[in-house]
């Protein structure tokens, strides 16, 4: 399968081409249609890609960063607690310091979780769009 877009800018996949028209599916619906081949262009961005927008961008960056029930945790403590003071969320972790910095780093790193100061003291909350995301997979 390949990505074709619309003059339109509407992504597909390429299910099969003919003569005058192709069968393509919407990739967030997995609808199918066919469209005349003069409206599409392939883009070259992977079909692999393109199927993975089924899902809401911000799951899919909590899918691709927080590959552990420790960082999933961690977000989904942030998100429903609040911002929390870096020493309160070590009381709550069974981390040891080390391994709770090297998470909140790849999770700031991410975009997932911010830094913000809570009555003068360091502290974490989660991005809007960790919250979108983690909304997206308890709700």
Sequence with gaps: MRTVRTDDGCRYLLIKRSSGSSLVRDPETGDER??????????????LETAAQAIAAPVRRIIRVASSDHALGVLIILDRRGPMAAVDLMECSDLCESDLNGLLTEL?????????SIGGVPGYKTTEQASEGISALCD
């Design 34 to 47: 066919y469209i005349e081949n003069e409206k599409l262009e392939c883009t070259g961005v992977s079909s």
């Design 108 to 116: 700031r790193a991410a975009e997932l979780i911010e830094t913000v």
